[in-house]
């Protein structure tokens, strides 16, 4: 018997249909939800992501704002324009597309977004209240992974969490995240020693590593919930995940598919703290 695929797709189109209603709603009160795209340079995959955010806004009736600036860009241009966002009432979030270039300071810009705007949740304040248990903006990966847990209807108090990978944008949140649904959470990277012992006692397993295929189906406990983050491009156009979907599949109780699982639920939730953002 093999695991139960968790359809972040899917999730994600409901998601989406509940969202063109309330969209209709604000706009309705006489809100039109905005969110504003900053991109500096060209990098490829960053030109990728920012118009699948522009089309995503268009399916739900969000007002999307693009702004693209040159590699070049000096880094004060850029909080001056953050600054007058910040203050744009048409633009309810706000998202700076990272990698930015090296001459910048990305941590300094994080911070310039106000933290009511702050689509992605990474300035410093809104990690603060989330590692608070506050109202915030929750980073969006980890909501869309929090959202394909839940999926699995698998209740997350008490369990082994293993989350692996300790980055500030997917590693770190998910832990802390997993942490308030009263898991009980390990993190692991790649200073740990013995990783399959420690990932073998998930009952729930997240993968941020950016490894192709890393996980393997030896380092997962039968039934676990698998959740895989991992985009990692391969010769051509092919994308792998972080778990070997092929050997894991077959003894966890779900897994997350990739494409199709964690990467279409994080556009989802940009959507959703965008509109969260609009009704306050
Ligand atoms: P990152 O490079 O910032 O962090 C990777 C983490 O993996 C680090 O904390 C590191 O310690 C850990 N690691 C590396 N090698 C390891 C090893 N041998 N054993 C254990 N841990 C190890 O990456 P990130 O930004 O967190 O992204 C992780 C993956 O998720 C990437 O493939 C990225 O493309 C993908 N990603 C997907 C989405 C999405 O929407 N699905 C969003 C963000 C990132």
Redesign the pocket.
């Known amino acids: 018997m093999g695991a139960e695929i968790l359809d972040g797709s899917g999730l994600a189109e409901r998601m989406k249909e509940e969202m063109k209603a309330r969209v209709a709603a604000l706009k309705a009160r006489g809100i039109e939800p905005g969110l504003a795209v900053v991109l500096v340079g060209e990098n490829p995959a960053s030109q990728i992501y920012v118009r699948m955010k522009k089309k995503d806004c268009e399916t739900v009736g969000i007002k999307s704002y693009e702004f693209l600036r040159d590699k070049d860009t000096p880094e004060q241009e850029l909080l001056d324009l953050i600054d007058e966002l910040n203050k744009d009432p048409r633009v309810h979030g706000i998202l700076v597309q990272l990698p930015l270039p090296g001459h910048i300071d990305e941590l300094r810009v994080l911070e310039k977004i106000a933290p009511e705007k702050d689509a992605d949740g990474f300035n410093p304040i809104n990690v603060g209240r989330l590692v608070a248990g506050a109202e915030g903006m929750i980073p969006c990966?980890p909501a869309?992974v929090m959202e394909l847990i839940k999926l699995s209807g698998v209740p997350i108090k008490g369990k082994e969490c293993v989350v692996?990978?300790?980055?500030n944008?997917?590693?770190k949140p998910t832990a802390i995240l997993l942490l308030r649904e009263h898991g009980t959470v390990t993190i692991?990277?790649?200073?740990?020693t013995d990783?399959p012992s420690v990932t073998r006692r998930a009952d729930i397993l997240v993968a941020?590593?950016?490894?192709a295929n890393?996980i393997k189906a030896d380092m997962v406990k039968p039934g676990a919930v698998v959740i895989d983050?991992?985009?990692?491009r391969l010769e051509g156009k092919k994308v792998a995940g972080?778990v070997d979907y092929e050997g894991v599949s077959k003894i966890a109780g779900f897994i997350t598919p990739v494409p199709g699982g964690?990467?279409p639920m994080?556009r989802a939730m940009l959507l959703e703290n965008t509109l969260r953002a609009a009704g306050k």
């Open positions: 990966t869309g692996v990978g300790r980055s944008i997917v590693g692991c990277h790649s200073r740990t990783l941020a590593v950016g490894i890393f983050v991992g985009i990692n972080d964690v990467g994080t």
